[in-house]
């Protein structure tokens, strides 16, 4: 099994930035890729960044040129570094990680990007 715990979402103005972090515990030798994912109001969940075990990393075209997805093998973290918000960004935010065929999810945390 595999613990997720998400952190850093709250509110933000409008063009302002926020760091979320996502701790992993518990069976993590065999995770491979992570990601987060975002849920607004009446959507779907909806991938934003995906990051692998070697650093490769893939972004939504929504996001692209202003999240950053890090990643912390060391300390078995996961960050999103999100710049230039706006409120299209306002949305529960999810971390993910796969091992092997299995899934796991974070409880998520809150973004609201409002002035």
């Known amino acids: 099994q595999v613990q997720l715990v998400e952190s850093g979402g709250g509110l933000v103005q409008p063009g302002g930035s926020l760091r979320l972090s996502c701790a992993a515990s518990g069976s993590i030798f065999n995770i491979n890729a992570m990601a987060w994912y975002r849920q607004a109001s009446g959507k779907e969940r909806e991938l934003v960044a995906v990051?692998?075990?070697?650093?490769?990393?893939n972004y939504a075209d929504s996001v692209k040129g202003r999240f950053t997805i890090s990643r912390d093998n060391a300390k078995n973290m996961v960050y999103l570094q999100m710049n230039s918000l706006d409120s299209e960004d306002t949305a529960v935010y999810y971390c993910?990680?796969?091992?092997?065929?299995?899934?796991?999810w974070g409880q998520g945390t809150q973004v609201t990007v409002s002035s």
């Open positions: 990051i692998t075990r070697s650093g490769s990393t």
């Open positions: 993910y990680a796969r091992s092997g065929y299995t899934t796991y």
